[in-house]
């Protein structure tokens, strides 16, 4: 088989991904009730740009969460800004700075079953995973709420 042609397996994920697409384009989040609530997660920073995202990098482990979010219709997919969902996070990291744990919240779409971690888990990569979520009050702001921070520097 010649590097160009697709195996059976590549084009059933392929045509799966483009009918994901296709429903999440078709998603009118204005008949869902949305509800805002934190994320507890964690990730790798070895293969990201830091955390919080920038104007010349896809490659910041908000990028890849708010990608989630929107591969998984739990924002708008349509919407290009983070300021749509309300997004804001506790703390920042650098180019290949690792968090044990962070905190961001956001406005998404309830879930009926409340399955955000394994939904948004199943979609992230490797090295970025949500620990817990809660609901909060509107008035939460995982930047400003924050009671405590605390920063520990490994170098190796």
């Known amino acids: ?3 160009n042609q697709l195996t059976d397996k590549d084009t059933r994920k392929l045509q799966k991904a483009s009918k994901a697409a296709q429903n ?3 998603l009118d ?3 869902y009730e949305l509800r805002k609530i934190a994320l507890k997660f964690t990730y790798m920073g070895a293969n990201y740009d830091g955390l919080v995202l920038q104007a010349n990098s896809q490659n910041t482990v908000e990028q890849h969460i708010l990608n989630t979010l929107k591969k998984v219709c739990l924002i ?3 919407e290009q800004s983070s300021f ?3 997004l804001n996070r506790c703390g920042r990291t650098d180019k290949g700075v690792s968090a044990l744990t962070n905190v961001l919240s956001l406005i998404c779409r309830k879930l009926p079953n409340e399955d955000y971690i ?3 888990n199943r979609c992230l990569p490797h090295d970025i995973r949500v620990l817990e ?3 909060v009050d509107e ?5 400003f709420s924050c009671v405590y921070r605390e920063y520990n520097y490994f170098f190796f």
């Open 29 to 31: 989040f204005k008949k």
């Open 24 to 26: 999440a384009k078709q």
């Open 84 to 86: 749509a969902c309300n």
């Open 133 to 135: 979520w809660t609901y």
């Open 118 to 120: 394994l939904r948004i």
């Open 76 to 78: 708008d997919p349509n």
């Open 139 to 143: 008035s939460f702001d995982s930047r």
């Open 1 to 3: 088989m010649s590097r």
